[in-house]
Nanobody
Framework: EEQLVESGGGPVQAGGSLTLSCAASASNYYRYCMGWFRQAPGKEREVVAIVNSDGSISYVLDSVKGRFTISKDSAKNTLYLQMNSLKPEDTAMYYC??????????????????????WGQGTHVTVSS
């Protein structure tokens, strides 16, 4: 079974940067559609960015475009989320997710958290003003 482990979260001041990492246990990681979600207290989990198995970007949330970058390093079996110009409203628990179905091609169905079969435990990001 796929195991995903996030790291890199923590406190940061507004305008600062963080890089989240998601290490995947499976050797066939490169075949997965993968994504980052976040969930703020009292809010639903929302998709932040999604990347296809070939590394092409499938989706980026409008409110983070130009500030966040999703990427994959297949050699390290790791998914990244580079977050720049952080804002207090970015404060949330961030989760990575993976889906091997559909040959690793992401689609609009992946905007919904219920679509994803594999999840990490999350890493918390707190942005102070």
């Amino acid at each position: 079974e796929e195991q995903l482990v996030e790291s890199g979260g923590g406190p940061v001041q507004a305008g600062g940067s963080l890089t989240l990492s998601c290490a995947a246990s499976a050797s066939n990681y490169y075949r997965y559609c993968m994504g980052w979600f976040r969930q703020a207290p009292g809010k639903e989990r929302e998709v932040v960015a999604i990347v296809n198995s070939d590394g092409s970007i499938s989706y980026v949330l409008d409110s983070v475009k130009g500030r966040f970058t999703i990427s994959k390093d297949s050699a390290k079996n790791t998914l990244y989320l580079q977050m720049n110009s952080l804002k207090p409203e970015d404060t949330a628990m961030y989760y990575c997710a993976a889906d091997l179905r559909n040959r690793g091609v992401c689609n609009s169905g992946h905007f919904e958290a219920t679509r994803w079969p594999y999840w990490g435990q999350g890493t918390h990001v707190t942005v102070s003003s």
